[in-house]
């Protein structure tokens, strides 16, 4: 993003990748001044989940998945049902789970989700809860 006009006393800007911004100003005698600054892109992911789901074919909250922004290299994600059988797995970010398992709709109820994955930087990113199936 490059600003041109003096007018614009607080200009932002909003990289996608670290960039350096150079501000060159002219003195009313026509000396110049170059200064510079660099803005450092950080991407922390963002790994969230829903609390529940309705798997009755109607369109609406079908699925159950991890929400993922940015990047994250998963190892885990499973879902377990109340006698700690997993009930779903998946790597995938866009994996999600249907609510069947072994191709039978699960009873309504709780069930407990576990997720494990890591960041560009190799740091660890646990998540587990509980999420509640309903029709």
């Keep these: ?21 150079y501000l060159t100003t002219t003195s009313e005698y026509g000396c110049q001044s170059i200064d510079s600054m660099l803005l450092t892109v950080i991407f922390d992911p963002i790994v ?7 798997p009755n074919n109607d369109g609406v909250n079908d699925l159950f998945g991890v929400i993922v922004r940015g990047p994250v290299d998963i190892q885990a994600y499973r879902i377990y049902n109340r006698w700690g059988e997993v ?49």
């Design 1 to 21: 993003m490059l600003f041109r006009s003096p007018n614009v006393p607080n200009p932002t800007a909003s990289p996608s990748q670290t960039t350096v911004y």
């Design 48 to 54: 969230e989940f829903p609390t529940a789901f309705s």
């Design 87 to 135: 009930v779903f797995e998946s790597t995938d970010p866009e994996g999600a789970w249907d609510g069947t398992h072994k191709g039978q709709m699960q009873d309504v109820g709780t069930y407990v989700f576990h997720f494990a994955g890591t960041d560009p930087n190799g740091i660890l990113i646990e998540r587990h809860g509980t999420l509640t199936l309903v029709r």
